[in-house]
């Protein structure tokens, strides 16, 4: 990534200090100086708050990055379009969730009142509701993964350091599942188990929660606390593409060009 040093934990977080404040900072900088090299002993790596544009902006690996590679592994990749501009549905629906003072409401193909009945569902949920009180909403991470030594970054939808449960990760997700059990089957073939395996190593979380949150009635909401096999394959999962990230890497005969473009343009 040309990027100095390793990008490892600097301050543990503790009962909702140490939030570490860059929104008026260059983010290269930013990736910089938490890439300074420390003989310290592993402890968290600060929560970050980034605008979203900035967050994007870090030169690091995401996994929606990780994502795109996938895509082009299985024949679906596409090059990037201009955005038009419109509001999809589940960053409309996490915005009146966990930023609702940014809700903008009347924005085109938005239905309003669908979007705050999916949020008052999750409220609905005693201890969800105690989450989001308690917890830290969209905190960004950089880190450096130790297996490849890639640098490496995250947005969370909720950090909660203090639970019952320990330190807790929790993403919702809009979802058309009819029930708790397809829910369940689709956290692994959209592959919501890398990102959570990611997230919950770069943090060293003690438990991930994937909150899926219906969009159509009866608006019901599924909360699965990821399992150790379903960590385990998506740790497998965020590591074989990593790996596919390194520049000694040989990239298979099957690999297609678009698969070549999307690692030559993660990596500059």
Not at 92 to 121: C, K, R, S
Request: proline content about 6%; charged content about 25%.
């Amino acid at each position: 990534m040309g990027l100095p040093g390793r990008c490892r934990a600097w301050a543990s977080y503790r009962s909702g200090e140490n939030i570490v404040d860059f929104r008026d900072n260059d983010p290269v900088l930013v990736v910089a100086l938490f890439a300074m090299p420390t003989n310290d002993s592993f402890r968290r790596p600060d929560l970050l708050r980034l605008p979203y544009d900035d967050y994007r902006a870090l030169p690091a690996i995401a996994n929606s990055d990780l994502s795109r590679l996938r895509d082009a592994l299985n024949g679906r990749y596409q090059k990037s379009s201009s955005l038009t501009g419109a509001l999809g549905l589940g960053t409309a629906f996490h915005t009146a969730l966990l930023e609702p003072e940014l809700y903008q409401a009347g924005q085109p193909g938005i239905n309003d009142t669908l979007i705050w009945w999916m949020v008052e569902g999750v409220k609905l949920n005693p201890y969800l509701l105690n989450l989001l009180e308690n917890g830290v909403p969209e905190p960004s991470c950089i880190f450096t993964e130790p297996t490849t030594n890639t640098v490496c970054k995250l947005r969370a939808d909720l950090v909660a350091p203090t639970t019952d449960r320990g330190y807790t990760i929790v993403d919702f997700k809009t979802t058309m599942a009819r029930d708790y059990n397809h829910f369940l089957a689709q956290c692994s073939g959209y592959d919501y188990d890398r990102q959570a395996a990611f997230y919950l190593d770069a943090l060293q979380a003690d438990r991930f929660l994937l909150v899926g949150v219906q969009k159509v009635e009866p608006f019901s909401v599924f909360t699965v606390e990821v399992p150790a096999h379903m960590l385990d394959e998506g740790r497998a999962k965020y590591l074989r593409l990593l790996r596919m990230l390194l520049p000694e890497a040989e990239l298979p005969g099957y690999v297609t060009e678009a698969v070549r473009e999307v690692r030559d343009g993660l990596m500059g």
